[in-house]
């Protein structure tokens, strides 16, 4: 009665999960490119933060801010490294400014930068 003949079978849903995946791919990887972009731009404010604190800690005792900054950078960031020191008000005040890369280091950077700023007491001789 419900018999289907031999060779006529009703068709299953066979391959419907790799059909499915295929069409998500694209939107799967489209999530963990923005999400890897994302760790990248965090990654590059701890990096000034971190800079900025190390040159402001050097600057404060009379070493070179410049060098000490970039000493505590990779070789991409510090390219595009703009550390600057300055006393103000019996404090040592660095600023470093460092360009966000686009998905990987040492290609392509965004338009803006990322700054990180610290300060140390002064402890230098006066000058």
């Not at 995946?21 to 971190?50: D, E, K, R, S």
């Not at 070493?63 to 950078?73: Q, W």
């Not at 404090?91 to 290609?107: C, I, N, Q």
Request: glycine share 14%; charged share 20%; hydrophobic share 45%.
């Amino acid at each position: 009665m419900g018999r289907v003949p031999a060779g006529r079978g009703v068709r299953g849903d066979e391959g419907q999960v790799a059909v499915e995946f295929v069409g998500m791919l694209p939107l799967i990887l489209l999530t963990l490119v923005l999400l890897w972009q994302c760790v990248l731009i965090g990654y590059t404010y701890t990096l000034a933060g971190n800079a900025a604190d190390e040159a402001a800690r050097a600057y404060a005792v009379g070493d070179s801010c410049g060098e000490a900054a970039l000493r505590h950078l990779d070789g991409a960031w510090r390219a595009g490294a703009s550390p600057g020191c300055r006393r103000e008000d019996g404090m040592a005040r660095a600023r470093v400014d460092l360009k966000v890369p686009v998905l990987f280091p040492g290609a392509i950077s965004f338009p803006f930068t990322v700054t990180g700023e610290a300060a140390a007491v002064w402890e230098g001789e006066d000058r």
